[in-house]
């Protein structure tokens, strides 16, 4: 039985989940810290898509994981004291349910009680991995290249940063969080740049050429479907008028 | 077709980001305006293959997985509370200040809210109102013998008064300041009401440590530049167009999937 039609069905399958990932990428154009991901595909080579033993075998395509580029998002100036961007390799720890998050998203705020959250109302963690909070009525802090908060002068505390060897291997939890996955952590040898926010390293002209290769790329997959189908209904025909 | 899914978000995010634009555009002339921001997250990820996880029975495992976002959502709008410029008027009953506080204004229903917006007026009685005719807390009455009054830098009102020399002291205006001012619930009017993430307003009068000077004759603008503002609806355009194009490209994949027979 040839099966040329479960071969274009797989490669469909394959482009589905690049086109999922591409519109992920898209819709997250402005949000803060976004890294953008690209799904890896390979020749499944344990698994060949027929048994004959031909030179060039015919192999399934599949997908294997998911790259994520971590290249540095654009900078840009917000002017705000509790906006903070990182420069280089890096994140914020920010107080998880279980055990702490990581973020590059530094659109930080204050709550009543004068502790630095996130946008969504998570604690962000200090070096020595308590909240950070500042005196409600005090000056605006200072946050200094190297993640020191400093308060009219005085040195307060220091911002929790912190790298990881491999961040691509790192998950995303949603919310602009990550999960360390276990991973231990490095020393931080980047900036920090207070009031400003770094965007999403999406970049939309290249994610747009790759939603017209793959939708194309879907119509000439479908296109073998129909070639596989008329080819079976034609054998069939001449087979059944001899 | 999650894809169609993914782009809908996209393009709702980018709505809103236009609508906030749009309202900061619409308030760039409203006194003592602070403009907002859309700020976006990041939906859940699917995993369908965790990363880490077994691929075979001599122990090997994937380095990767392959995590399926399933698009964007505001996560909040913050406010930016940047201090606005401050524009001279020559007005004796504008105030601005300039700093950290809130003038507080006594609403018809007895509750305080909170204002940027110092161009006040007296009313029928002589007390200074906002331009609503909500009195501001604690009241000032301006007599109707007044020639004119004096703010001073530390909110003390004081009045000259027709045949007298020395001049009489009206009150005292206090601000307040909140830990939080990004969380005061935007009430309309150019009114801001607190909130329980804004905090308790900690009251006190103009220049003491923490608190804004007052200005007379002076109102604070609106923080919106309107160069800002205009490049950002450039791009938050062109993020909705391409969303949109994502979903043109999902529709031709299905189209394309029907045909095949």
Redesign the interface.
């Known amino acids: 039985m040839d099966n040329v039609q479960l071969l274009a069905v797989q490669t469909?399958r394959v482009?589905?989940?690049r086109?999922?990932?591409?519109?992920?990428n898209?819709?997250?154009?402005?949000?803060?810290g976004?890294k953008a991901?690209g799904?890896?595909t390979e020749v499944d080579a344990r698994r060949p898509a027929r048994s004959a033993n031909l030179p060039n075998d015919i192999r399934f395509v599949r997908?294997?994981?998911?790259?994520r580029d971590m290249s540095q998002g654009p900078i840009t100036h917000?002017?705000?004291p509790l906006d903070v961007a990182i420069e280089g390799n890096g994140f914020f720890t920010v107080q998880g349910k279980d055990g702490p998050l990581y973020t590059r998203?530094g659109?930080f705020?204050?709550?009543?009680?004068?502790q630095l959250i996130t946008?969504?109302g998570d604690a962000v963690l200090n070096s020595g991995g308590a909240p950070v909070v500042f005196d409600?009525?005090?000056?605006r802090p200072q946050i200094g290249a190297d993640g020191a908060i400093s308060i009219a002068g005085a040195e307060v505390g220091r911002l929790g940063v912190v790298a990881f060897a491999d961040p691509?291997?790192m998950?995303?939890?949603?919310?602009?969080l990550w999960s360390s996955?276990g991973q231990a952590t490095a020393e931080f040898d980047g900036q920090i740049v207070q009031g400003a926010l770094e965007g999403s390293n999406v970049n939309?002209v290249l994610?747009?050429t790759q939603?017209?290769e793959?939708?194309r790329a879907?119509?000439s997959a479908?296109r073998i479907?129909?070639n596989g189908?008329d080819l079976r209904q034609r054998t069939i025909e001449r087979l059944g008028r001899a | 077709m999650r894809s169609l899914a993914i782009a809908a978000t996209g393009m709702q995010a980018q709505q809103l980001n236009v609508e906030v634009i749009s309202n900061n555009i619409a308030n760039m002339n409203t006194t003592g305006f602070k403009r907002q921001r859309a700020q976006f997250q990041d939906l859940l990820y699917q995993n369908l293959e965790r990363p880490g996880a077994s691929t075979s029975s001599a122990g090997t495992t994937a380095p990767m997985g392959i995590q399926i976002g399933i698009g964007v959502k505001a996560g909040s709008i913050g406010r930016v509370t940047q201090q606005g410029s401050l524009e001279r008027t020559d007005n004796t009953t504008d105030l601005a200040i300039s700093g950290r506080g809130y003038f507080q204004v006594s609403m018809p229903d007895g509750t305080t809210a909170y204002t940027r917006a110092g161009n006040f007026a007296a009313d029928a009685d002589g007390r200074l109102v906002t331009s609503e005719g909500y009195p501001i807390e604690p009241a000032i009455t301006v007599p109707t013998e007044a020639l004119s009054i004096a703010v001073s830098r530390d909110g003390v009102v004081e009045a000259t008064l027709q045949g007298q020399v020395e001049p009489q002291q009206l009150g005292q205006i206090e601000i307040a300041a909140f830990v939080n001012p990004a969380g005061l619930e935007a009430q309309g009017d150019n009114l801001f009401l607190e909130t329980a993430a804004s905090g308790s307003p900690n009251v006190s009068t103009p220049t003491s440590p923490g608190f804004g000077a007052l200005l007379q004759g002076f109102l604070e603008t609106s923080n919106v530049n309107a160069v800002e503002e205009i490049s950002a609806l450039i791009v938050a355009q062109r993020a909705y167009e391409m969303n949109a194009k994502v979903i043109t490209a999902s529709d031709e994949m299905l189209q394309t999937a029907t045909q095949v027979r």
């Open positions: 469909q482009l589905q989940r086109m999922e990932t591409a519109a992920n898209l819709a997250n154009v402005s949000t803060f976004f991901e799904l890896l997908d294997v994981g998911l790259a917000t002017g705000e998203d659109a705020s204050l709550d009543d009680a004068g946008q969504s409600p009525q005090g000056e691509a291997g998950e995303k939890v949603g919310d602009n996955k939309p994610q747009l939603i017209i793959i939708s879907y119509e479908a479907v129909k189908d």
